[in-house]
């Protein structure tokens, strides 16, 4: 019985799992409710997953981290990805969180601009060149309106205070689940034109991006169905699930996040990962024609379905 005493004692103990990293595009908020979820009900841990969520401190950054090994996964937006994958940055699409666009062009519901076509003459503000620039291009010329015909104001991300106080008759890169409130309890309400309505292919708003060089495919897997169980939780149990949520931390339990929560819950992906190839080459190729990237990428390039047998 010593000597089983003494050999347990002098054999190494077994290595702790090492936790899977998942940093967030940004701070806590609805648009991450299954990662939450399914955190504080303790459904990782039921998996056998240790999982770290990460806020950053740059929102640049997750992508990067991803890339590098630095996190096993990133939460990023697939408009993006095409442009990290023209920038070398050695990133796949694995899974879904939010699936339909968030984004959208917000005007005053009882203002002059009625309709896109109504932006001819008028002042749009914006908080970020490039994607966003894109999808409105589209959106106005969709409605027979060229860019060059509106003026374009910086408003350094205070995208509602500018609406609200007429400094502009509308702004882009708005989130539909989030500025419409925000506009609401400014005493104004809003009114959203939406990219796949107006010219621009449906795209999902956030994904999870690994290197595929350097994930753990099963732990990955793992982690997406457990996702997907707490999707399909906050679908039966929308009330419920905001409580679990909200309980995540005193920022996260406001007025503003609690009228978001019910907006973002019909765009959680159900099947986090199922991958609709069509979908992203036609974004691709989207991108492309729009001059953000030199060439639509093959969807293999840039996106992967870990439901389907490892090649």
């Given at each position: ?9 002098l054999?190494?103990?077994p290595?702790m799992?090492?936790p899977?990293t998942?940093?967030?595009?940004w ?5 991450h409710?299954p990662?939450?979820?399914a955190e504080?009900?303790?459904w990782f841990a ?6 770290e ?9 997750p ?16 408009p ?15 899974g ?5 666009p ?30 966003e ?5 589209t ?11 509106v ?10 205070p ?9 702004v882009?890169?708005a989130?539909r689940?989030f500025?419409?409130h ?9 009114r ?11 795209y999902e708003?956030?994904i999870?991006?690994?290197n ?14 457990v996702?997907?169980?707490?999707a ?27 009228a ?14 199922a991958?609709?190839a069509d979908?992203y ?31």
């Amino acid at each position: 019985m010593k000597r089983a005493a003494l050999l347990a004692l002098l054999l190494p103990a077994p290595a702790m799992a090492e936790p899977l990293t998942v940093v967030l595009d940004w701070f806590v908020n609805p648009d991450h409710g299954p990662i939450i979820v399914a955190e504080r009900q303790g459904w990782f841990a039921e998996a056998g997953l240790e999982v770290e969520i990460v806020a950053p401190a740059d929102p640049a950054d997750p992508p990067k981290m991803a890339a590098s090994g630095q996190a096993d996964l990133a939460v990023t937006y697939q408009p993006q990805l095409y442009l990290q994958h023209a920038e070398g940055l050695p990133l796949k699409r694995v899974g879904t969180l939010v699936e339909s666009p968030l984004y959208c062009v917000m005007a005053k519901a009882d203002g002059p601009v009625q309709g896109l076509a109504d932006l001819k003459g008028r002042k749009v503000g914006f908080s970020v060149a490039g994607i966003e620039e894109a999808l409105l291009h589209t959106m106005l010329r969709t409605n027979g309106v060229e860019p060059a015909e509106v003026e374009f104001v910086n408003v350094n991300f205070a995208l509602t205070p500018a609406l609200a106080s007429g400094q502009v008759d509308a702004v882009a890169g708005a989130f539909r689940n989030f500025e419409l409130h925000q506009i609401a309890a400014a005493g104004s309400e809003g009114r959203c034109f939406l990219p796949e309505e107006n010219g621009v292919p449906g795209y999902e708003e956030l994904i999870y991006v690994a290197n595929p060089e350097r994930m753990d495919r099963e732990k990955v897997a793992a982690f997406l169905k457990v996702t997907e169980r707490a999707a399909g939780f906050i679908a039966d149990h929308p009330e419920e699930a905001w409580e679990i949520f909200r309980g995540w931390s005193a920022e996260v339990d406001d007025d503003l996040n609690a009228a978001a929560w019910g907006d973002t819950l019909p765009h959680f992906a159900a099947h986090p990962m199922a991958l609709d190839a069509d979908r992203y080459a036609a974004f691709g190729r989207y991108m492309a024609e729009v001059g953000l990237i030199p060439a639509a990428p093959e969807v293999a390039e840039v996106a992967m379905d870990l439901s389907a047998p490892a090649h």
